[in-house]
């Protein structure tokens, strides 16, 4: 946690569940807000379900976000989806280049940033993702790579209000693998220095979740840590029960 912020928990549901099944979920995470006073929530179903997901959660404080995003606005490039459909669509939040996007579709830092630039004009916050691959923090680089990640992944205007980021060690994701406590807080503490370094007195105040194999028996550990200013949450956050007890666990900033 960092004082004076509110964490955020943000459930990242993947290529998973139908529509039917998605509303569910929504309604599920809607029914138990009242356990969660500390933190702000946001869920990130697939494209095709973020109807369904907003309908479920409307007139509720539940945010709703896309997985990823165009960085062009509109035109000939199919298959794609522009931040304002989005943002049309209700979403007030997009994750960009999550390392299954950065691993699959070969989207680098730049391609990211301009994602991210995207949604920022969209009137939306980027999520925007980084994290080592295991034989990076092996060889000791974990730290380096990523600072050069954050300073090639963030565009102008993103700053507390209009953008968040999420630290995923991608050999933590979806492996049950964590890094140990130490090293958490100190790759927060890095990625507020360069954070801040980046965007002024704004970096202070900017959000920084873990992601990677956050669950309800390691949500309180995690989330107590400095600078861990809420989670993003694969596997667990498609069980509203695991997603609200991880949520519930927040400490309010
Ligand atoms: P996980 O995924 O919680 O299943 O490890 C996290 C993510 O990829 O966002």
């Not at 933190?39 to 907003?54: E, G, K």
């Not at 295991?134 to 963030?154: C, K, W, Y």
């Not at 993103?158 to 980021?165: I, K, L, P, Q, T």
Request: hydrophobic share 45%; with cysteine.
């Amino acid at each position: 946690m960092t004082p004076g912020i509110r964490p955020l928990i943000a459930g990242n549901w993947k290529m998973n569940g139908t529509a039917r099944g998605a509303a569910s979920l929504a309604e599920g995470v809607r029914a138990g807000l009242d356990r969660v006073a500390g933190a702000d929530l946001l869920i990130c179903p697939p494209f095709v379900h973020l109807h369904a997901a907003a309908a479920a959660v409307a007139w509720k404080p539940v945010a709703i976000g896309a997985q990823d995003c165009s960085a062009l606005p509109d035109g000939a490039h199919t298959g794609d989806v522009s931040a304002a459909m989005l943002a049309d669509a209700g979403c007030g939040y997009v994750i960009v280049g999550h390392s299954e996007r950065r691993a699959d579709h070969g989207e680098a830092d730049a391609v990211v940033r301009a994602k991210a630039a995207a949604a920022i004009a969209a009137g939306l916050i980027p999520v925007v993702c980084v994290g080592e691959t295991e034989a990076q923090r092996d060889a000791g680089e974990a730290e380096s790579v990523v600072g050069s990640q954050l300073r090639g992944s963030l565009p102008e205007g993103f700053g507390a209000a209009r953008g968040v980021v999420a630290y995923e060690p991608v050999w933590a994701i979806g492996t049950g693998r964590t890094p140990t406590e130490a090293d958490i807080a100190a790759m927060h503490a890095r990625m507020r220095e360069e954070v801040t370094a980046l965007l002024g007195e704004a970096g202070r105040t900017t959000r920084l979740l873990y992601g990677g194999s956050v669950k309800p028996s390691n949500a309180a550990t995690i989330l107590a840590l400095p600078n861990v200013d809420g989670a993003l949450v694969g596997g667990a956050s498609l069980k509203a029960e695991d997603f609200l007890s991880i949520a519930a666990a927040a400490p309010a900033g």
